[in-house]
């Protein structure tokens, strides 16, 4: 126990330090390490494992819509970032600037990207002439510079690595067909993938990405009770085409110009895995992107028989599943504690009175149920569970995040609920800016989403009393 407990002391209980709670889980289950480079992480193998599980994934679903992975550069001279105005007046304060090649001073600088909407525009006006060039339905996986002033692992940092989608359309309707099409993607992925829950909405006009003519999002709830961006979908319209000048000939013989989308996903669906399933214990990994589903561990393994055991377990297991023996001379207590801190879904211990008895013990790291298996039955029960742990998880942040969403029917009502409690708070708006400024100045607090499922809360504005015209999600975010 001594050891055990060991393991487990550096983490800070998250009802204590929800921040530090998060920092020392990131960094006691080597997910990231800090760099010379401030702002700056280095992903580690175990939390790299889990990035290219979700990149794998995600691949897949994209090219299944018919997507196409291309790579373009990562610098953009001034004078293309230009083009657009409302676009670079957004990412002015987060850009990264190149001066000099070598000891030369260049004769334009460029940008480290922050996004590539202007190069993908760039590309598309030589590459599309006509409607039969229609749609390009390009993305691209990368890494993106954004110079942050305040950083936090995965959540927030100077340089992340994203997907970015960038599509060329003959009609602002296929446009925004697709710019749907990818943000119901990206909702099903978080809750069949990544076991989270989210609300799919429309950012308001305060909210939107620069330069789009709508942006749509997914907003997923902590377990703290704050809000989670966690994957955007835009519609350009044709606002980025007439800046580029990107146009076509269509089936009438007429020149028009396209419609574009762009829509992309983080490494911040790391910070929010830990943050919606971790506990005080460590990580809580969903199985389908747990880099290791199952760690076998042999008890009293210097005994004669047990590691070979072990080892045909894991040889057995492999076949099906992501599997690690841990055969080191570490206690079995301090395995336990680290299997559970790294957040591996199954553990399966092995000991000589086991063999003796033709079976095993598996333990569930969601809910550390310890359940018997006759060793025969073994390589069913874990695909069982694989599917109840995906499962269940997802219902358990499902149902944290509708008991911690609230509603509000006047302003009383809605700062009372931001002061005493942490969640969602649906309140009805009536469209003014003025408002939504007037609110995060008050409170801190943005608007997350005008969903999709709207409701008839009331007939007023909670902040104003005038009209409603929406019902929106608001809350606290990272």
């Given at each position: 126990?001594?050891?055990n407990?060991?393991m487990?002391?550096?983490?800070t209980?998250?009802?204590?330090?929800?921040?530090?709670w998060?920092?020392?889980?990131?960094?006691k289950?080597?997910?990231?390490d800090?760099?010379?480079?401030k702002?700056?992480?280095?992903i580690?193998p175990a939390g790299y494992?889990i990035?290219?599980?979700i990149?794998?994934q995600?691949?897949e679903?994209?090219?299944?819509t018919?997507?196409e992975?291309?790579y373009?550069p990562?610098?953009i001279?001034?004078?293309?970032l230009?083009k657009?105005?409302d676009?670079v007046?957004?990412?002015?304060?987060?850009?990264?600037?190149?001066t000099h090649?070598?000891l030369?001073?260049l004769q334009?600088?460029?940008?480290?990207r922050p996004?590539?909407?202007t190069l993908?525009?760039?590309f598309?006006?030589n590459?599309i002439?006509?409607?039969?060039d229609l749609p390009?339905?390009y993305n691209?996986?990368?890494?993106?510079v954004?110079?942050?002033k305040?950083?936090?692992?995965?959540?927030?940092?100077?340089?992340?690595l994203?997907?970015?989608?960038?599509?060329?359309?003959?009609?602002f309707e296929?446009?925004?067909?697709?710019t749907?099409?990818?943000?119901?993607?990206?909702?099903q992925?978080?809750?069949?993938?990544?076991?989270i829950p989210?609300?799919?909405g429309?950012?308001?006009?305060?909210e939107?990405?620069?330069?789009?003519e709508?942006t749509?999002?997914?907003?997923?709830?902590?377990?703290?009770?704050?809000?989670l961006?966690s994957g955007?979908?835009?519609n350009?319209?044709?606002g980025?085409a007439k800046a580029?000048g990107?146009q076509f000939?269509?089936?009438d013989?007429?020149?028009k110009y396209?419609?574009?989308?762009?829509w992309?996903m983080?490494t911040?669906?790391?910070g929010a895995l830990?943050?919606?399933h971790g506990?005080n214990?460590?990580l809580?990994?969903?199985?389908k992107?747990?880099?290791?589903q199952v760690c076998v561990i042999?008890i009293?393994?210097k005994?004669?028989?047990?590691?070979e055991?072990?080892?045909?377990i894991?040889?057995q297991?492999?076949?099906k599943?992501?599997?690690?023996?841990d055969?080191?001379d570490?206690?079995?207590?301090?395995?336990f504690?680290?299997?559970?801190?790294?957040g591996?879904?199954?553990?399966?211990e092995?000991?000589?009175?086991?063999?003796e008895?033709?079976?095993?013990?598996?333990?569930r790291?969601?809910?550390?149920?310890?359940?018997?298996?006759?060793?025969?039955e073994?390589?069913?029960?874990v695909?069982?569970?694989?599917e109840t742990?995906?499962?269940?998880?997802?219902?358990?942040?499902?149902?944290h995040?509708?008991a911690?969403t609230?509603v509000a029917?006047n302003?009383?009502e809605f700062?009372?609920l931001?002061?005493?409690?942490?969640?969602?708070?649906k309140?009805m708006?009536?469209?003014d800016?003025?408002?939504?400024?007037?609110?995060?100045?008050?409170?801190?607090?943005?608007?997350?989403?005008?969903?999709?499922?709207?409701e008839?809360?009331?007939?007023?504005?909670v902040?104003?009393?005038?009209?409603?015209?929406?019902?929106?999600?608001?809350?606290?975010?990272?």
């Amino acid at each position: 126990m001594a050891d055990n407990k060991k393991m487990v002391e550096a983490i800070t209980s998250m009802e204590e330090d929800f921040a530090q709670w998060y920092t020392d889980v990131v960094k006691k289950a080597e997910l990231i390490d800090y760099t010379s480079v401030k702002g700056c992480m280095v992903i580690k193998p175990a939390g790299y494992a889990i990035w290219e599980l979700i990149q794998r994934q995600l691949d897949e679903r994209f090219k299944a819509t018919g997507v196409e992975n291309v790579y373009l550069p990562m610098f953009i001279p001034e004078s293309l970032l230009q083009k657009e105005k409302d676009h670079v007046e957004g990412f002015a304060p987060e850009v990264a600037w190149v001066t000099h090649g070598g000891l030369q001073p260049l004769q334009e600088r460029m940008c480290v990207r922050p996004t590539s909407e202007t190069l993908f525009c760039d590309f598309y006006k030589n590459d599309i002439q006509s409607y039969r060039d229609l749609p390009k339905v390009y993305n691209q996986w990368c890494s993106v510079v954004r110079w942050e002033k305040e950083t936090r692992p995965f959540l927030r940092s100077r340089e992340f690595l994203w997907q970015e989608g960038h599509t060329a359309h003959a009609s602002f309707e296929d446009a925004q067909a697709r710019t749907i099409q990818m943000l119901n993607l990206y909702a099903q992925f978080c809750e069949e993938v990544l076991a989270i829950p989210v609300i799919k909405g429309q950012k308001t006009e305060k909210e939107k990405f620069a330069g789009a003519e709508a942006t749509y999002t997914i907003e997923a709830l902590m377990h703290d009770g704050k809000a989670l961006q966690s994957g955007t979908s835009h519609n350009f319209g044709d606002g980025f085409a007439k800046a580029f000048g990107i146009q076509f000939t269509d089936k009438d013989n007429t020149l028009k110009y396209v419609n574009q989308t762009s829509w992309g996903m983080t490494t911040r669906l790391i910070g929010a895995l830990i943050m919606v399933h971790g506990d005080n214990e460590g990580l809580v990994l969903p199985p389908k992107v747990a880099p290791i589903q199952v760690c076998v561990i042999p008890i009293a393994q210097k005994k004669e028989g047990v590691l070979e055991k072990a080892t045909e377990i894991k040889e057995q297991l492999s076949k099906k599943f992501r599997v690690k023996l841990d055969d080191t001379d570490k206690t079995p207590g301090f395995k336990f504690a680290e299997a559970e801190m790294r957040g591996y879904p199954i553990r399966v211990e092995i000991g000589p009175k086991d063999i003796e008895a033709g079976k095993c013990v598996i333990c569930r790291r969601d809910t550390r149920e310890k359940i018997e298996v006759a060793l025969p039955e073994l390589e069913a029960k874990v695909g069982e569970l694989m599917e109840t742990i995906q499962k269940e998880m997802l219902e358990r942040a499902r149902a944290h995040r509708d008991a911690h969403t609230y509603v509000a029917t006047n302003m009383e009502e809605f700062e009372k609920l931001f002061t005493e409690k942490s969640g969602f708070v649906k309140a009805m708006w009536c469209g003014d800016r003025a408002c939504e400024d007037l609110i995060k100045e008050k409170l801190s607090v943005t608007s997350r989403c005008m969903p999709f499922e709207q409701e008839n809360l009331a007939s007023t504005c909670v902040c104003c009393g005038k009209p409603a015209t929406k019902m929106v999600y608001w809350g606290r975010a990272y």
